[in-house]
């Protein structure tokens, strides 16, 4: 059974680091990873999503890279400001069942000025 | 362009009423879904939808219904509320279903809070 797992689950940091999410996962036959922002009181805003043949996709400041083999991802965030804190939640498609996301509880960011 | 819209924001209802969320998209999206989102226990699928009238159960079904006659439009339906019911309840669609073939990312509405008494 596909279980993904996001450690920390809180992180303050001050403005301007460069930091990383964690993502980890059961089973390595999955088709693609999602990472999402959820901001208090909205919806998940997609930011990145992996296939499962790639490594990495970037955008802005954000860079996700996927290691199927281990069993990881990482949200790496460079420069971090203020209006990044948030929620990031990663969700991976299971290979072989074309419906259905199995989505980590979510790392709370909180970027300090 | 308003993406994934939901109504109402916030609802209390007492239990056994029944009520509809509504969710409409505007992207011609083919797949839509409802999620439940509880503390603690992540974002778990209720219904999905591949396209105007087909509709397939997603991991806590009980207790819902989903009918989908259009494209644009995907409303959920609590039969009879329970205070289990009482979450966040989100609607997200994507141009093509989540399958290995079809990457593409799902778009979410900004939730319905339920609170069932």
């Known amino acids: 059974k596909q279980e993904v797992t996001q450690i920390p689950a809180a992180l303050s940091v001050p403005e301007g680091e460069n930091l990383v999410l964690n993502c980890s996962f059961t089973d390595s036959a999955i088709y693609n990873l999602q990472w999402f922002r959820q901001d208090p009181g909205k919806g998940l805003t997609s930011l990145l999503l992996i296939q499962s043949s790639q490594r990495e996709q970037t955008s802005g400041r954000l860079n996700a890279s996927l290691d199927k083999s281990s069993g990881r991802s990482t949200l790496y965030i460079a420069a971090s400001q203020p209006g990044d804190s948030a929620t990031y939640l990663c969700?991976?498609?299971?290979?072989?069942?074309?419906?259905?996301?199995?989505w980590g509880l979510g790392t709370s960011l909180a970027v300090n000025p | 362009n308003a993406g994934v819209t939901q109504t109402p924001k916030f609802q209390v209802l007492k239990t056994g009423q029944s009520m509809t969320l509504q969710c409409a998209q505007d992207m011609n999206h083919e797949y839509m879904s409802w999620y439940r989102q509880d503390p603690g226990m992540g974002l778990r699928l209720i219904h999905y939808?591949?396209?105007?009238?087909?509709?397939d159960q997603g991991e806590v079904p009980n207790g819902y219904n989903v009918s989908r006659s259009t494209t644009e439009d995907f409303p959920l339906r609590l039969l009879s509320a329970a205070p289990s019911q009482t979450s966040v309840y989100f609607c997200?669609?994507?141009?093509?279903?989540?399958?290995?073939?079809?990457?593409?990312?799902?778009?979410f509405g900004n939730g319905t809070r339920l609170t069932v008494t």
């Open positions: 939808s591949v396209g105007a009238g087909i509709t």
């Open positions: 997200a669609s994507s141009y093509r279903g989540q399958g290995a073939t079809y990457n593409s990312p799902l778009h």
């Open positions: 969700a991976v498609g299971r290979a072989g069942n074309n419906r259905k996301l199995i």
